[in-house]
């Protein structure tokens, strides 16, 4: 897991529980943001593909996914998409 500002280091452990329920790659796993009762915007890869998160901790749902780098999946569908759609309410 990589933080992209060293602060988030101090929520390692929420940071492990969201990825956890989530089911993200732990290892390829970017924070990019987090509040511990706001908002969460983790990066996580899956072979070449990268993915960004947008996460609403107080609702625990995904928000939005984009796909930001690797080649590209057509018309947002495949396993990779529905892992992040099937906890989008």
Known sequence: MNYTEYAFGRYETDIVAVAAKYNLNL??????????????????????????????LQEGRIIAVK?????????????????YTNFMK
């Open 67 to 83: 796909q930001i780098a690797g080649a590209p999946l057509e018309n947002n569908t495949g396993t990779q998409f529905a892992k």
């Open 27 to 56: 290892k390829d796993l970017e924070v990019e943001s987090f509040s511990p009762t706001g908002l969460a915007i983790l990066v996580e890869k899956i072979g070449e593909r990268r993915f960004k998160i947008h996460i609403n």
